[in-house]
């Protein structure tokens, strides 16, 4: 299998197989990533997942060109049957967090699947890119609008019009990533954060991602409303009396999501 799953302790963790390839993407691993992606996302069991690519030399380096055809029908045809343009995946929606442990290079298609994470974890050895203006495109999988929103403008436009790579440090400079650590560490330090999360609330967690995200859309008094109605939402919850319990007993709260 291109892409496997291992679920442990609530934390899916989401590996793109193909070490040989640098993790590209052809069809059937993007229809493999896509499936992993809904049933972890769909399962009761998980509260957290996090996405990797196998080996150390890459997270995932987009399209896997050697298997890329050049698409077939007329360009009307593809647009209004939204035919994908490429086999990498560009809405992997989820409701629950999703952290991208980014062991190496992290380009094209491959930066575009980091971008749809909430948290970016890299290690010193990445690399960053959208080179596709270099090569005659464009990002074609979210680039184009998910790096504008998750880096300021300016560092946004030099990437999108440069095409050009930046190391990790550079990536946490300008926020792309959360942090930055030795390769060695970056499998443990991703999971330690996967399962503070996942001890968490559940469903405060789900709200708190649903929050967030909205929120970056919706002029301030839209979100400060939303959030008001989710927070006398879980007032009643039996996780919110759990947590207070748990406090007031100086012990360690069981949450079960309800």
Do not use: Y
């Not at 049957?81 to 560009?90: K, N």
């Amino acid at each position: 299998m291109s892409v496997r799953t291992e679920i442990k302790d609530h934390v899916a963790s989401i590996t793109i197989d193909r070490p040989e390839a640098f993790n590209a993407i052809d069809s059937e691993t993007g229809a493999a990533l896509l499936e992993a992606w809904t049933q972890a996302s769909a399962s009761e069991e998980v509260r957290v997942i996090v996405l990797t690519g196998a080996g150390s030399r890459a997270f995932c380096v987009g399209a896997d060109l050697k298997k890329t055809r050049p698409p077939s029908g007329s360009a009307p045809r593809r647009h209004f049957r939204r035919i994908p343009p490429s086999p990498v995946p560009s809405d992997l929606r989820c409701v629950k967090p999703v952290i991208a442990a980014i062991n190496g290079f992290a380009l094209g298609g491959g930066l575009e699947i980091a971008l749809q994470c909430d948290i970016r974890i890299a290690s010193s050895n990445a690399a960053f890119g959208l080179p596709e203006v270099s090569v005659g495109s464009i990002p074609g999988a979210g680039g184009t609008q998910r790096l504008i929103r998750a880096v300021g403008t300016s560092d946004a436009m030099l990437m999108l019009l440069g095409g050009d790579r930046i190391d990790a440090q550079e990536a946490l400079r300008i926020g792309l990533v959360s942090r930055v650590v030795p390769p060695e560490e970056l499998a443990t330090t991703t999971h330690a954060i996967a399962s503070r999360i996942a001890a968490n609330a559940p469903l405060a967690v789900l709200a708190v991602k649903e929050l967030a995200t909205t929120g970056r859309d919706v002029p301030l008094p839209v979100g400060l409303e939303l959030e008001r109605q989710s927070f006398s939402m879980l007032l009643s919850s039996e996780d919110r009396i759990e947590g207070r319990l748990a406090f007031a007993e100086k012990r360690r709260p069981i949450f079960k999501g309800d």
